[in-house]
């Protein structure tokens, strides 16, 4: 049974830094697309972060560009997305999520498997 489980979640002041975790059970992050989305209230879920299988490419969206890094730890089972230079348009709840190609899955936004979700608030 796959399990994604998110945390590091929190309340942040603008400006201010958060990292977020995903530990993988049932799946090895070496092995799969990792990407982490968001969703706003009253928002569609939007792409944030993907790592592709087997390498070290990323796609970012042009929102978080060189704000956000998404990276993983083989060793750990773990996917992070560290969060720099934080705005308030950043709230949102953030999944973690795992599929066959990082391409498609930050196009799409659609993944074989999806964490709970983990609140990130940014305070103006």
């Known amino acids: 049974q796959v399990q994604l489980v998110e945390s590091g979640g929190g309340l942040v002041q603008a400006g201010g830094s958060l990292r977020l975790s995903c530990a993988a059970s049932g799946l090895t992050v070496s092995s799969y697309a990792m990407g982490w989305f968001r969703q706003a209230p009253g928002k569609e879920r939007e792409s944030v972060a993907a790592?592709?299988?087997?390498?070290?490419?990323?796609y970012y969206a042009d929102s978080v560009k060189g704000r956000f890094a998404i990276s993983k730890d083989n060793a750990e089972n773990t996917v992070y997305l560290q969060m720099n230079m934080l705005k308030p348009e950043d709230t949102a709840v953030y999944y973690c999520?795992?599929?066959?190609?990082?391409?498609?899955?930050?196009?799409?936004?659609?993944?074989?498997?999806w964490g709970q979700g983990t609140q990130v608030t940014v305070s103006s």
């Open positions: 999520a795992a599929g066959r190609n990082s391409y498609n899955m930050f196009a799409t936004r659609k993944a074989d498997y």
């Open positions: 790592l592709i299988r087997y390498g070290d490419t990323t």
